[in-house]
């Protein structure tokens, strides 16, 4: 059975999207985008909402860049070899192979699809993620937090779940940059 997987970058005070601007650095970094692609290398499906899938269609074209590093490349093919699940009630096509749209989040179906997965799939944005978290869906939660206060926005964990986890990885980055690895305890 495979896991799924919340991943986001956040500011050290826990929002996933800033109110003003953006989340501060530390993301940027290759030495950061090196290791995210390390992690997620195994990934076999990304689940995500309309506005993220709208981000990150752009790897599906990134290695095309002559100028792209090689860590880019690397993400780009990796992303580009996953299946990609968007849950939209307007999005009306794709522009990325091996991708579907879901009218609604059903968690009855992503039970069933880690149950039948090989691989690991992860939920990315916070309110799709919101929907998994509070399903009881997610198995680990992997924050990268930056060095700035926001003082609002979205936030990474929704409000009134209650989860108890356990520590399992993490890493400071010469950025400042901390990337720490979370288990829901059983």
């Known amino acids: 059975m495979a896991k799924l997987i919340y991943s986001m970058i956040t500011s050290l005070d826990g929002y996933a999207k800033a109110a ?3 989340l ?3 993301a ?3 030495e950061v985008h ?4 390390d992690v997620f290398r195994d990934v076999g499906t990304y689940l995500y909402g309309r506005r993220m899938y709208e981000t990150m269609v752009f790897w599906e074209t990134a290695h095309t860049d002559p100028d792209a590093p090689p860590h880019i490349v690397q993400y780009a093919r990796d992303w580009q070899a996953a299946e990609k699940v968007v ?3 307007t999005l009306e096509s794709v522009s990325s192979a091996r991708t579907r749209i879901e009218r609604t989040f059903d968690p009855d179906a992503v039970r069933r699809l880690k149950a039948e ?6 939920v990315d944005g916070p309110h ?3 929907q998994a978290v509070a399903a009881g869906l997610v198995d680990e939660y992997h924050l990268f937090v930056t060095t700035s206060v926001v003082g609002g926005g979205t936030r990474f964990f929704p409000d009134g779940v209650r989860l108890d986890l356990e520590l399992v990885d993490q890493r400071v980055f010469d950025s400042g940059l901390i990337y720490a690895r979370y288990r829901t305890r059983c």
Do not use: M, N
Not at 34 to 37: L, M, R, S
Not at 117 to 122: A, K, Y
């Open 87 to 89: 849950y939209s009630t």
């Open 34 to 37: 090196t290791f995210i692609g």
């Open 24 to 26: 501060g650095r530390g």
């Open 20 to 22: 003003e601007g953006d």
């Open 128 to 130: 799709l993620a919101a």
């Open 28 to 30: 940027e970094d290759p």
């Open 117 to 122: 997965s090989e691989r690991d799939l992860t």
